[in-house]
């Protein structure tokens, strides 16, 4: 079956840096668009990053020159990494693997920055 699982969250100073990890197994991966997304405590998800089948990337406005997604297909996986954290980026971070209009989900992985 379709599993996508996150990793690499954690408890990080302001400033720091984690990437974060997408793998995806039960999916024909390079063909769909890898999405993350994240939600805050008490907030709607938010659109943070994609990457589609040929490797064009969108990134919000908010993590615009600090987040990065990539994907290595051979590994099925996709990344982000974040830079410059800041304490609104605390949030449950989730990926997401689109094509047409079939959606699959991860459990998320919590990101806390915090001094």
């Known amino acids: 079956q379709v599993q996508l699982v996150e990793s690499g969250g954690g408890l990080v100073q302001p400033g720091g840096s984690l990437r974060l990890s997408c793998a995806a197994t039960g999916i024909a991966f390079s063909i769909y668009r890898m999405d993350w997304f994240r939600q805050a405590p008490g907030e709607e998800r938010e659109f943070v990053a994609s990457i589609d089948s040929i490797g064009n990337t969108n990134v919000a406005d908010s993590v615009k020159g600090r987040f990065t997604i990539s994907r290595d297909n051979a590994k099925k996986t996709a990344y982000l990494q974040m830079n410059n954290l800041k304490p609104e980026d605390t949030a449950v971070y989730y990926c997401?693997?689109?094509?047409?209009?079939?959606?699959?989900w991860g459990q998320g992985t919590q990101v806390t920055v915090s001094s």
């Open positions: 997401k693997a689109r094509y047409r209009l079939k959606d699959y």
